[in-house]
């Protein structure tokens, strides 16, 4: 022991340790020198920082995660939207097929339908609006249709449209026996198919 004023110094738990001793904040042990109150705003302001950063460190992890969860949606919609795309697209491409498979097939039949119709006209048999074999609701499709289907020169297309434009001059339809509530409409129909075929002529 070095005796008096020495052993106190030395003995005085605030000389002997870096921290205060456990429990000591808790006792409210002088602090004349305001080392501790010093120590503990520093470690208040450390604990601050560091839980400061760790919720901004969160916050931005959170944030990533969320962009990638929204990337990922987005990726999905427009997959999904691309399908159906693509579905929509190959219904309509073998629903245009399959109109154009008919479309032949009439176009085909159409022909044999008309001379048949027109040897019972020619032998004065009343007719309906129901009963012509239009060409098609659209006035020359049927026509088209062969010219396509037959492969045939410019001269041989030549004499076919004439062929067709004799058939539906209204003339000719106004030797036939038409039924007289649809004469009419089956004149007016015939004039409109007539200029389609002759506008086949002038091009």
């Not at 697209?89 to 159409?110: G, N, P």
């Not at 022909?111 to 098609?136: G, M």
Request: charged residues 40%.
């Amino acid at each position: 022991s070095l005796g008096g004023w020495a052993d106190k110094l030395f003995d005085d738990p605030f000389m002997n340790a870096g921290e205060p001793p456990r429990g000591t904040e808790q006792r409210h042990m002088p602090d004349p020198t305001g080392f501790w109150a010093r120590h503990a705003r520093r470690r208040q302001a450390q604990d601050s920082e560091f839980e400061g950063a760790a919720s901004s460190f969160r916050r931005a992890r959170e944030a990533r995660e969320e962009e990638e969860r929204q990337r990922r949606r987005l990726a999905e919609e427009a997959d999904r939207a691309e399908e159906l795309r693509r579905q929509k697209a190959k219904e309509e491409a073998a629903q245009a097929a399959q109109r154009e498979v008919e479309r032949r097939k009439m176009a085909q039949a159409y022909e044999p339908n008309y001379l048949a119709f027109e040897a019972k006209a020619k032998q004065r048999v009343e007719v309906s609006y129901d009963s012509i074999p239009w060409p098609s609701q659209g006035g020359s499709s049927a026509f088209v249709l062969e010219l396509q289907s037959k492969g045939l020169g410019d001269e041989e297309k030549r004499k076919l449209v004439k062929n067709w434009s004799r058939r539906w001059h209204p003339d000719t339809w106004a030797r036939y026996k038409v039924v007289d509530k649809d004469r009419e409409r089956v004149l007016s129909r015939v004039e409109e198919i007539s200029k389609k075929i002759n506008s086949m002529l002038d091009s």
